[in-house]
């Protein structure tokens, strides 16, 4: 024998309210933060600029010149690679379909 099926499907568990508010995004935090970044590796890059004068003129070491050059070249990495990560993030959000 075949058991009756319900007319109506009840769900085990209610639905999500729509009224609750989402919380407001900054939309300059991250400009801001990605502008620090970049200050910091230009700040850097002047360092090490500043550092290679110095040898070069004889008033400075070796190894700071080499110290500075790799810092740097480390903040300049990872500048490069938030914005890799941010232009990858954008095409994704981009891509997406509704």
């Known amino acids: 024998m075949i058991a009756p099926v319900p007319s109506a499907i009840l769900p085990d568990e209610p639905d999500a309210p729509l009224s609750v ?12 933060a990605l502008g620090r970044a970049l200050d910091a590796a230009s700040g850097a890059l002047d360092g090490a600029a500043a550092a290679e004068r110095a040898f070069a003129s004889g008033r400075g070491g070796l190894q700071e010149m080499v110290v500075a050059r790799a ?18 993030a954008l095409s994704t959000i981009l891509g997406m379909q509704i």
């Open 21 to 32: 508010p989402l919380p407001a995004a900054d939309p300059d935090a991250f400009s801001a």
């Open 71 to 88: 810092q740097a070249d480390v903040s300049v990495a990872l500048a490069a690679a938030a914005a890799s990560r941010t232009t990858q």
